[in-house]
Every structure is written in structure tokens, then in C-alpha cells.
């Protein structure tokens, strides 16, 4: 029960600081995380996430956030990826995260049994028009649910 409640407070904790860490960056266009249910990530449980691109000009940096906990059974989560743009085109992609070296060593930043990534997605990207854009993520692994995917996100930063 010990084990439990530290774990709950240190990911509490480390929750909070990433969001206040975000919120200092100017640079961020858009930051969402989901929760995973405890149960896991079913392939039917699609994540969706609308940014509202206003100024489509500058450069931007687009990263998928992970945190998975220490016992997650793979090296790697695949995701499929459908983007909708503002003029209604719709484009799919199959994503791999990497989440742990060839080592077997996980990657990211670790704090107790957790660990978060934040993985590139596309660097000095410029969105090909000014709108709302809708991206919508699917768990693409062959196991369902896919245990011990914690959190899932997006972020979207302005290249300076």
C-alpha cells in the first residue's frame, strides 16, 4: 500500500511539473495529454486531438508524449494516425515509438517505475494552411488492450 501511494504521489508530482514546465514555454501551440484507462488502451479507445493552427508561417516542432510504466512488455508502441485538415483532406499514418533501446534500456526520463517520452514527430514542419486540424491516434499494437500505456499525448511548439 506504501509503494502504492508513493508511486501515486510521485506521479502526481511529476504530472504538475510537466504542466507548469509547459506553461512557461511560450513557444507551445498546443499541449494535451489523455490518461489511459487502468484497464489499458483498446484499439476501439481513439485519441483525438483539434489544434487550431492560426498562423501557419512559422516553422513548428510536433511531438508525441508517452508515459509507460516499468513493467510495459514492449520496446516500441505503434500508433495510427489520422489527420484531418482544415479543408477537409484526411491522411493516415503508421507511427513507432520507440521506447527502449536495442539495449533493452528505456528511453525518456524515469521516476520510479514511470517513465515519459517525448518523441519527434515532425521537426521545422509548416502546416500547409491555417486552421483547425484534428489528429486522431489508435493503438496499432497486436495486443488488446495494450496494458501499462499510461498517459498519451501531443505538443506542438513554434520553432524560434
Not at 520507440?98 to 514527430?121: F, R, S, T, V, Y
Not at 491516434?137 to 495486443?143: A, I, N, S
Request: proline share 5%.
Amino acid at each position: 500500500m506504501v509503494t502504492v501511494m508513493r508511486n501515486f504521489f510521485v506521479l502526481a508530482s511529476f504530472c504538475l511539473l510537466s504542466v507548469l514546465l509547459a506553461s512557461c514555454n511560450k513557444n507551445v501551440v498546443f499541449s494535451e495529454y489523455t490518461k489511459i484507462p487502468e484497464e489499458g488502451w483498446k484499439t476501439e479507445n481513439k485519441l483525438t486531438y483539434t489544434v487550431d493552427i492560426a498562423d501557419n508561417k512559422p516553422y513548428h516542432n510536433v511531438f508525441l508524449t508517452v508515459r509507460h510504466a516499468d513493467a510495459y512488455p514492449f520496446s516500441n508502441l505503434f500508433v495510427f494516425l489520422t489527420t484531418t485538415y482544415p479543408n477537409g483532406k484526411i491522411s493516415i499514418d503508421t507511427l513507432e515509438c520507440i521506447l527502449a533501446n536495442k539495449k533493452g534500456e528505456w528511453q525518456g526520463d524515469g521516476a520510479g517505475d514511470l517513465w515519459d517520452n517525448k518523441i519527434p514527430l515532425k521537426q521545422n514542419l509548416i502546416f500547409p494552411q491555417a486552421g483547425k486540424y484534428t489528429f486522431t491516434f489508435e493503438q496499432g499494437m497486436r495486443t488488446n488492450p495494450l496494458p501499462l500505456i499510461l498517459d498519451f499525448g501531443m505538443v506542438i511548439e513554434k520553432v524560434d
